[in-house]
């Protein structure tokens, strides 16, 4: 009798362990939010990574959404962005025309029009916010347009 309580206890606390590594391992991945206005801080580090590959918000929220360089490369080096484009728009064909636009903050004045929002180009410590509404329910593309980062630096803004 004993062994099957130690037993139980034994396998009912590798369940909590579990759950809770893989709650945490989702909250890298996954930002979900519901308040009227939402705060979302969006990490892009030097090692080419965000820290986030999926955001998801209610229709109708205003967003605040902060970009903030982790790392330590100066903008000119490993600088840093989010863009959110439109739904249709082709993320790898937008990223490589946006290579182009270096004066521009790596998007083009003609890619405006794919672009629902964009932060500035930011290095190493610094940080930039913008608010914007959140757009039509559905599934949208971001990514960073700095060259060569978008490969590494996208993900899904899911709007419910």
């Known amino acids: 009798m004993n062994t099957n309580l ?3 206890s034994l396998s009912l606390i590798l369940i909590a362990i579990s759950a809770s590594f ?5 909250s890298k991945k996954t930002t979900v939010a519901d308040a009227a206005v939402t705060k979302i801080t969006i ?13 998801k918000v209610k ?3 205003k967003i605040e959404l902060t970009m903030k360089h982790d790392g330590k490369l100066p903008v000119n080096v490993m600088g840093h962005n989010f863009v959110l484009l439109k739904q ?23 890619q405006i029009k794919d672009v629902i929002a964009k932060t500035d180009l930011v290095g190493g410590g610094a940080s930039t916010t913008i608010t914007f509404d959140a757009p039509a329910p559905g599934t949208y593309d971001f990514l960073c347009t700095f060259p060569g980062h978008y ?6 803004f899911i709007v419910e």
């Not at 893989?22 to 989702?26: N, P, R, S, V």
């Not at 990490?43 to 955001?55: P, R, V, W, Y």
């Open 6 to 8: 130690l037993r139980l």
């Open 22 to 26: 893989a709650l945490a391992d989702d």
């Open 43 to 55: 990490l892009g580090t030097d090692q080419m990574k965000f820290n986030l590959s999926e955001i």
């Open 59 to 61: 229709k109708g929220a």
């Open 88 to 110: 249709g728009v082709d993320l790898a064909k937008f990223a490589m025309e946006a290579m182009k636009g270096k004066d521009s903050g790596y998007v083009l004045p003609s």
């Open 151 to 156: 490969a590494m630096m996208k993900g899904k």
